[in-house]
């Protein structure tokens, strides 16, 4: 058995300003069911508020406590806007238990709204309270004290250069630190190791410092003595090779004897004839050490490394001078060198900053896409769209609320002569982008008549719209839409051929119309986007998403 009890609690006093105030400040309403032991109960803490003041609106159920209690949630007290929702009270007495929610609701415009039945489940067996009448005056100005001023004109602001700074900034921050690694990884002249010096010492000067540095090594105190004479043939073999340029490394023992011999003989190399001698005796040494295993002295490996330095000394001192001619070409060929170390540096540092981006932007590519990386790099109008700062925002009367990526400017629409009695008031809003197909429109139309609208003939006219402005093989389909409030809507949607602004192109395309309206008004949400196009079509769910429209002028 239900029951419904409605309460209206006054209080009558002589003064007719008190029985205002209480009527107006005081209005508690209340509506209950019980079936089955549940109870529900819906009040309000005042039936008439000013404008963006808000209501108490709570809901008591009393039940069982083994049930289960859903509440209303989201925006289900449309056409007032839920502010905020409190926690739920609970009070628990024995087997039975009490809970309570307090809503906040206001609404922006004035005029006498209905707030809907709620729907509250208890084990998924509904209740429903009852409807509540409220009143929204406006808020009275004392234009004796306040003056009153025209609407200012919308101005045109300048596009803030913010985020571009910020990402060339960025930009500019990785193309140092990139920099930054390849000078000091690949440019930057970095101190030389031991062994680099040595080897940028001339051939005579490195040669005796490698003979030094055999004699202070320990390789005949530890028995190695093909170790010791391979190194020892090999200094001695390398400044032959450098210093006199003849092909010691590559030659025998009695090729390299021969080539001195030749030398000698034409006048080329001023050495004697025993110092060849010795040499040759060394080299034969150092064959049988390497070859046959032999183990000379200790002291005869000494002597020989003494009759190498003296080898080299002499070799040195048999050289003619060089003339002008080959020092300069000595100095061009160290030149030349360097030139070349340079180029290698660099070549290394490009290589590797090539390699670094071809593996980040493979690494992208696997990660987000081609297509992705490449809008990313390149540049792309939608995705900048969807990704740039979006506006939320309310246009016209009765009121569009949509979050766009741009803000909607207003647009002046010249009436045909045949419906202009017909129109009240009419608010166009639109954005149109200026190098891509993407546009959304707003607008929110009010009529003489109060009657309920006939949304086909102004679909039909925005349709012939799109032919005039040179669409083409338009296709049309229709279905319910409904707002994220409830708000029930047609949706005509479908796909055409449409010619991009300022150009006599035609690209396929898709657009959307949403209609919405009520006894003496309408409003309608044009979308227009380029086929294909992943970005655009995120943004157009995001803009539907957001569409918030009264049921009430």
């Not at 930057?188 to 080897?199: D, G, P």
Request: aromatic content about 8%; hydrophobic content about 40%.
């Amino acid at each position: 058995m239900m029951e419904k009890e409605v309460r209206l609690i006054g209080q009558k006093t002589g003064k007719a300003k008190a029985v205002a105030l209480f009527l107006s400040v005081l209005c508690i309403s209340f509506i209950g069911w019980s079936q089955e032991s549940a109870k529900v109960l819906a009040q309000i803490d005042t039936a008439s508020i000013r404008i963006g003041e808000q209501i108490k609106y709570k809901i008591t159920v009393e039940t069982d406590s083994l049930n289960i209690v859903y509440f209303p949630e989201d925006q289900t007290f449309s056409p007032l806007e839920m502010v905020e929702a409190l926690s739920i009270d609970t009070t628990k007495n024995k087997d039975r238990i009490t809970l309570q929610r307090i809503y906040a609701l206001t609404q922006f415009d004035s005029g006498a709204y209905t707030i809907p039945p709620q729907r509250i489940a208890i084990n998924e067996q509904p209740f429903f309270t009852d409807s509540f009448q409220i009143k929204v005056a406006n808020v009275v100005v004392d234009t004796t004290k306040q003056k009153m001023f025209d609407i200012k004109p919308l101005i045109q602001v300048e596009r803030s250069n913010t985020k571009l700074w910020q990402t060339l900034l960025w930009i500019l921050l990785g193309l140092m630190v990139i920099g930054g690694l390849v000078w000091w990884f690949f440019l930057r002249k970095k101190e030389l190791t031991e062994e680099e010096k040595v080897a940028l010492l001339p051939p005579y000067d490195r040669a005796l410092l490698q003979l030094k540095e055999l004699e202070n090594s320990r390789y005949l105190i530890q028995d190695e003595y093909k170790a010791y004479y391979s190194e020892l043939t090999g200094i001695v073999r390398s400044y032959l090779d450098e210093d006199v340029h003849i092909s010691a490394l590559e030659s025998t023992t009695d090729q390299l004897i021969e080539r001195l011999e030749l030398l000698k003989d034409a006048g080329e190399l001023n050495i004697e004839d025993d110092t060849i001698s010795q040499f040759k005796q060394v080299l034969q040494t150092a064959d049988l050490v390497k070859f046959a295993k032999s183990k000379p002295p200790t002291n005869k490996a000494e002597q020989d490394r003494a009759i190498i330095e003296n080898i080299v000394v002499k070799t040195k001192e048999a050289l003619p001078e060089p003339d002008a001619e080959e020092l300069l070409q000595n100095e061009a060929y160290l030149e030349e060198l360097a030139k070349k170390k340079q180029r290698k540096r660099i070549i290394i540092a490009a290589a590797s900053l090539l390699g670094v981006l071809l593996v980040a932007s493979a690494a992208a590519i696997a990660s987000y896409g081609f297509k992705q990386v490449k809008d990313t790099v390149l540049g792309h109008p939608t995705k900048e769209l969807l990704e740039g700062e979006w506006v939320e925002s309310t246009y016209g009367f009765p009121p569009i609320g949509i979050e766009t990526p741009k803000v909607l400017l207003r647009q002046e629409v010249e009436l045909p002569a045949e419906i202009k009695e017909q129109i009240k008031d009419i608010h166009v809003f639109g954005y149109q982008s200026t190098v891509g197909l993407f546009t959304v429109l707003a607008t929110s139309t009010t009529f003489v008549e109060a009657a309920e609208p006939d949304f086909d003939k102004p679909i039909e006219e925005l349709l012939r719209s799109f032919e005039q402005q040179g669409a083409k093989n338009i296709i049309t389909k229709q279905e319910e839409f409904n707002t994220q409030a409830g708000v029930k809507g047609i949706k005509t949607f479908g796909s055409g051929k449409f010619k991009i602004p300022s150009s006599d192109e035609l690209v396929k395309g898709k657009y959307a119309i949403l209609s919405f309206g009520g006894k003496g008004f309408m409003q309608q949400i044009v979308i227009i986007w380029l086929d294909d196009d992943t970005y655009a079509e995120q943004i157009v769910e995001r803009v539907l998403a957001s569409v918030d429209v009264k049921t009430q002028a």
